[in-house]
Every structure is written in structure tokens, then in C-alpha cells.
């Protein structure tokens, strides 16, 4: 999952001094290199679904636990493996609404409306396997959750909890 | 079409999809699904269709990996205790000493980073550890953290103002420079409340020693260039007309990079893990602004903007009444949501009346990312004050609840100003539009 999370992180780099470039060569030479912005959306949409799968296994997509924690702890740990798999059910429905799209834009062909005529079928496809990832993600989540269960409702608690504050504390000081 | 009871329904639905802890893009997509389904079926759903791929393929959302890569770069670009440094040079001589350093290096700070939870421990880190030697009021010391680290998502770059732009299709650049005037504003009203407390009462800072000569401070000033000089490239890039709001975030990218590697900060270590924290948090945005379109598709078809706008000629209410009931509103929602599930949950249902009523989406922008200041810092869930509780890791929570009034206090009082001078909102905006 880091390799993700790097890989991600190495294209909205590039990503950016791809569009500082096309500025330069756009101001000072008067010259246009055609297509950043279409890379960019397409760099956002794929990182974006894979990048759903790395933030799934961190735990990092927003909860509210404010009730949640006040709860007795095997409601808690019941909650937290259903949020897990509705997690996996949500982007099952993505990816379900993406395969519609991906299957469109085979049927007909479809190429962007822009100089690079990309086939959408490409983006669109890596798109996908990162929506497919994400709900993969979540429901091993979940499925860890339940394996970790045996041991205990604090080991579970450490799968799928949602991160305590001192937790977030030292991600942000890493 | 549905009644302004089915809306509400639906709205508490999806609260309680929230409270049982299902993540919350979960809970907005499900309500949306729940609502397609009870009053049109099935194929309804399908009709979002590839709305979901241009959604996430858009490139005004490119804007957000691009600044909060920037952010996650500077923070570990080295520059954190040189730029506190610095500020303690010229700010340590007003009444309250280093407490307005705090201010103003939570200010600069998170004008760039523009996540809350990252300013507090990072300024928290440096800026406690200073106080250890130093006889100040703790729970002071503990509420201009938490309290300056709320300026981020009003001051410009915002992540959140984007979200909200992009939600409710408002320019990108005129909320950012909505934000500037009250994220001046609220900063120099927390710094006056600081000066007021400590001419009161003495105790509550150290006198402040004799200043650095004059040639080691002007030395130190240069600290204070690289945020100072991302901002003003970053805002002149947009006003200036020659970049986008996602070409600027780019050019930030750039600077932070070149910054970082002028510092020696640069490696693959450091580069790596501000790529993970990036994709994390940018993913998690993501997710939460597709489930929210999709959930604001829903409600569109389902015509509860006309049901609430209905409800508010029923009532009568003027804007300023309805602006007044929604500070309530928020300030209770802000007691028990995440503020960012707050603005994105919320705007399904108020904007509809916002723009029945008038109300300039640009002005409610800036108000709305207001309140979620406040929620940031009010009890219970305030999570500024556990941030810098956790950093602190000592001591009571009660403390930073106690540190904390006077500027929960300022942000009512901004939040007034607001109302009753929207200019302090709109000049810029309309000078500069």
C-alpha cells in the first residue's frame, strides 16, 4: 500500500512541474503545450480511487465517533466491522457506476474532446481497478477486524478504531 | 417530489448513518441511494451515470492533491523554529509576548499548509517547548495554539473554500480572496484579546526580556521570505490572471520543493512520507466530495431545494433571521460533527435556502468556513483542543478548554462583524472581480 501512496505522490510532483513548464513556455515563448490540465484530471481521478484503498487500510477516511465512543466496546467493535464492510458496499457502487462508464466508452469508442484524443478507455480503466481496490481494501479490512476479534475486543479495536488522537499527532509528525 | 418532512427524514438519516460511525462518505452516498430508491427506483441511481468519472476526472480538483502536497512539503521543509524564531523578534515586544507568536506563526503557518490538525502539532511542538522555561498562563499559551491554528482554512489557500466551491459552483478565486480581509481581521482580533488579558492582568505573561540587536533580527527576517513568499506567488498568480487556482497550487508545489532542498531537508525518506500523508488525506477528500455530489445529484432530482425554499416563504424569515438561527445551527452541529462532514453534509439542504434568500454564496462561503473555525475549537469534539492536549501530554483537558474562551469569544465577535459589515467579506472579492 505505500508503494501507492509514493507512486501517487512521484505523479502529482511531476504533475507539477509539468504545469509550471507549460506556464513558462506559455509566457515567455508564447508557446502552448497542449493538454496539461486534461493529465491532471487524469492524474487526480487514478490517484484519487487508488489513493481510496491506501486511505482505507490506514483508516484515515473520516468517521464521526462521538457517539461511538461512548458506546459499551462490543457495540463499538460490532459498528466498526459494519462500517468496514458498507465501506466495501460503497465502493462497490462506484465501481459498479464506473464499469457503466468504462463499458460506454468501449462501445463507442470514445476518444477525448481535446488535442490528445486520448481513448478514454485508458484512464477510465485504471480508474476502475483503483475503485476495485478500494472496495477490496475494505472488506480485508473488515475481514482482519473479524480474524482479530478472537483475540480480544482491543485487538479488534486496533484494526478498525478509528485513530485516536495521539495517533493523528504523530502521522502528522512523520 | 418531496415535502419538507421527507427532507428532514432524510437529513437525520443520514446524521444517524454518521453517529453509528459509518464513514461518512458512506453515510451521504447511502442517504442518496435511500432516497433515489424510496421515491423513484432503481434506474434513477443509474442515471449519475458517468457523472462519476467527470467528477473525479475534473481538473478544478486537481487543485486539491496539489495543495495539500504543498503543505505536507513544507512542513517538513526545516523552516518551522527558524520562521518562530524570527516572529518572536518583532512580536515578543507587545504586551503578551510570545502568546502573539503563536498567533502569528499559526497564521503564516497554516496560510500554506491549510490543515489544522498539522499547524497545532507542528507549531504546538515548537512553541510548548519554548514555554517550558518560561513563566506564562498555561491555559493561555494552550488556546493560542489551538485557537491560531483554526486561521488555515479561512486564509487563503483553503482547502475547504475549494471544496466549497466546487460543491457549489462558486469561483474558487473570489472566495480566496473573501478569505483574506476577516483571516487578517480575526488574527488581529485574537492578538488584541491577548494584549487586553495581559494589560489587565500582568501575570499572565513574562515581561519580555531585552530584544535581539537589531543587525542578528534583521538576519532572522529572511525566516520569514519562503512562506511569505509562496503566499503572495501563489494569490499573485491567480489575481494576476496568469494561472489558475490549480496552475498556482503547482507553482507552490515547486517553491516548497525548491525550498525544502535549499534547506537541506530534502530526501527520499522525507519526500515519501509527505507523499503518503498527501494521497491519504487527498483520497479522503476525494471520497467525501464524490459521495457528496452524488448525494446533491439525489437531492436535486428529488426537488428539495424547492421543498426548503417553501418552507422559508412559509415562514417568513428574513435573510439576517435565517443567517442568525443557521449561527445556531452550526454551532450545535459543530458540538458533534468533524467540521469538513459539517460544511459538506450541510450544503445539500442550506444552500437551496441561501440562494432562495439572496444570500451571496461567496459571503456564505467565508461564513460558513467561519463556524467551522469555532467547531474546531468548541468542546466537545473541538479537535484543535485535543491536538494540542495530545502535544502537550501532560496536565488536564480542562486547561485548553479554559485557554480557549477569549478567542471562541473573538470568532462570535467575527462572525457578527461579518453580518453586520459583509464588505469586510465581499471588497476584495468585488475589487479584484
Redesign the interface.
Known amino acids: 500500500m ?1 508503494i ?3 507512486l ?3 505523479a ?2 511531476g ?6 513548464v ?2 513558462l513556455a506559455r ?1 515567455l515563448f508564447n508557446f502552448s503545450l497542449q493538454g496539461v ?2 493529465i ?6 487514478i ?6 484503498a ?2 482505507a487500510t ?1 483508516r ?9 465512543l461512548r458506546l459499551p466496546k462490543r457495540i ?1 467493535a460490532g ?2 466491522l ?2 468496514y464492510v ?2 466495501g ?2 465502493a462497490a ?2 465501481a459498479y ?2 464499469w ?2 468504462l463499458s ?1 466508452s468501449l462501445a463507442f469508442g470514445s476518444v477525448s474532446s481535446s488535442p490528445l484524443q486520448v481513448p478514454l478507455w485508458i ?2 480503466s485504471l ?1 476502475l481497478a483503483g475503485l476495485l481496490l478500494f472496495g477490496l481494501t475494505a472488506l480485508w479490512m473488515a475481514l482482519r477486524g473479524l480474524a482479530a476479534l478472537r483475540n480480544g475486543l482491543d485487538a479488534a479495536d486496533r484494526v478498525l478504531a ?1 485513530p485516536s ?2 495517533e ?2 504523530e ?4 | 417530489m418531496i415535502d419538507p418532512y421527507g427532507a428532514a427524514i432524510g437529513f437525520a438519516i443520514m446524521l444517524g448513518l ?9 453515510a451521504m ?2 442517504t442518496g ?1 435511500l432516497g433515489a430508491l424510496v421515491y423513484f427506483g432503481p434506474p434513477v441511481l ?1 442515471s ?3 457523472n ?2 467527470s467528477v ?4 478544478l ?2 487543485t ?3 495543495f495539500v ?1 504543498l503543505g505536507e512539503l513544507l ?1 517538513r521543509a526545516g523552516i518551522t523554529q527558524k520562521m518562530y524564531d524570527s516572529l518572536t523578534d518583532w512580536l515578543s515586544r507587545l504586551p503578551g509576548g510570545l502568546l502573539h507568536t503563536n498567533i502569528g506563526a499559526c497564521a503564516m503557518f497554516s496560510a500554506v499548509s491549510g ?1 489544522s ?2 499547524t497545532a ?2 507549531i504546538g ?1 515548537v512553541a510548548l517547548d519554548e514555554f517550558q522555561r518560561r513563566a506564562y498562563h498555561e491555559p493561555l499559551v494552550l488556546g493560542t495554539i489551538a485557537a491560531g491554528a483554526t486561521l488555515g482554512i479561512l486564509i487563503p489557500p483553503s482547502v475547504n473554500l475549494i471544496i466549497y466551491g466546487a460543491l457549489t459552483n462558486t469561483s474558487i478565486g473570489q472566495l480566496f480572496a473573501a478569505g483574506i480581509l476577516p483571516g487578517l481581521l480575526l488574527t488581529l482580533l485574537f492578538m488584541v484579546i491577548i494584549a487586553a488579558a495581559v494589560l489587565l492582568k500582568p501575570s499572565l505573561a513574562e515581561r519580555p526580556g531585552p530584544p535581539a540587536p537589531r543587525h542578528e533580527r534583521l538576519a532572522r527576517l529572511r525566516h520569514l521570505i519562503p512562506p511569505l513568499a509562496i503566499f503572495v506567488v501563489v494569490m499573485g498568480a491567480i489575481y494576476g490572471g ?2 489558475t487556482p ?2 498556482a ?3 507552490g ?2 517553491m516548497a ?1 525548491f525550498l525544502a532542498m535549499g534547506n537541506g531537508a530534502l530526501n527520499f525518506s522525507m ?14 477528500l ?3 466530495i ?2 457528496a455530489f452524488f448525494l446533491n445529484f439525489i437531492v436535486g432530482l428529488l426537488g428539495v431545494p424547492q421543498a426548503m425554499s417553501r418552507v422559508i416563504t412559509d415562514l417568513g424569515l428574513s435573510a439576517t433571521e435565517m443567517i442568525l438561527i443557521l449561527v445556531l445551527f452550526y454551532l450545535v452541529m459543530g458540538c ?3 467540521t ?2 459539517m460544511m459538506v453534509g450541510t450544503i445539500p439542504v442550506v444552500m437551496p435556502v441561501i440562494l432562495h434568500l439572496g444570500i451571496d454564496p461567496v459571503w456564505f462561503g467565508i461564513f460558513l468556513v467561519i463556524m467551522m473555525e469555532l467547531a474546531l475549537i468548541t468542546p ?2 473541538g479537535m484543535n483542543l ?2 494540542v ?3 502537550r501530554n501532560r496536565g488536564e483537558l480542562a486547561d485548553v478548554y479554559r485557554g480557549i474562551l477569549p478567542f471562541v469569544a473573538a470568532m462570535l465577535a467575527m462572525i457578527g462583524l461579518i453580518i453586520l459589515f459583509p464588505q469586510i467579506v465581499m471588497l476584495l472579492p468585488e475589487v479584484l472581480y
Open positions: 505505500r501507492i501512496g509514493i501517487g505522490g512521484y502529482c510532483l504533475l507539477s512541474f509539468l504545469i509550471v507549460e506556464i509566457k490540465d486534461e491532471g484530471g487524469y492524474v487526480v481521478a490517484t484519487g480511487t487508488f489513493g481510496m491506501l486511505a490506514a484515515a477516511h473520516t468517521r464521526i465517533d462521538v457517539l461511538l463499538q459498528l466498526n459494519l462500517a458498507a465501506l458496499l460503497g457502487f462506484m457506476m464506473g457503466r462508464t460506454d484512464p477510465q480508474w478509528p488522537i495521539a493523528e499527532i502521522e502528522a509528525r512523520k | 454518521m453517529f453509528i460511525g459509518l464513514h461518512v462518505g458512506v452516498l447511502a441511494v443509474l449519475f451515470g458517468t462519476l468519472w473525479m476526472n475534473d481538473f480538483l486537481t486539491i492533491p496539489l502536497l512542513l490543515s490538525v498539522a502539532a507542528t511542538t496568469w494561472a490549480t496552475e497550487a503547482a507553482i508545489v515547486v520543493f519526500l515519501h512520507a509527505a507523499f503518503i500523508a498527501t494521497m491519504k488525506t487527498s483520497a479522503m476525494l471520497f467525501i464524490t459521495a458533534f460533527l468533524e469538513l462532514s466537545p469534539v485535543y491536538v492536549q495530545g502535544v
